[in-house]
């Protein structure tokens, strides 16, 4: 569990990074940063695949943990309430 909580705050900031600097390019004596690429594909998979990491893959680990404490609750307060009226 922690595993996956110290990927999403320190591999992914990382991967974004690297995939914004890394591809550069040279535009009449200049260089151009920030996500320069040849290819309209390699633009939209790299959109597509941005979102998953930024966006799907925390939320889906949130609902998790919160699905997690959610059944963790359930179960004691039932606990509770059948060990109470006994």
């Not at 595993?3 to 004596?29: L, N």
């Not at 609902?63 to 959610?70: D, E």
Request: charged residues 15%; hydrophobic residues 55%.
């Amino acid at each position: 569990m922690y595993g996956a909580i110290a990927f999403f705050w320190i591999v992914i900031p990382t991967f974004v990074t690297t995939i914004i600097v890394v591809p550069a390019d040279i535009v009449e004596g200049r260089c151009i940063k920030f996500g320069v690429n040849k290819s309209e594909a390699v633009r939209k998979s790299m959109g597509i695949f941005m979102n998953l990491i930024t966006y799907f893959l925390p939320l889906t680990l949130m609902v998790f943990c919160y699905a997690r404490i959610v059944h963790t609750l359930r179960t004691k307060v039932a606990y509770n309430f059948y060990s109470a009226s006994a």
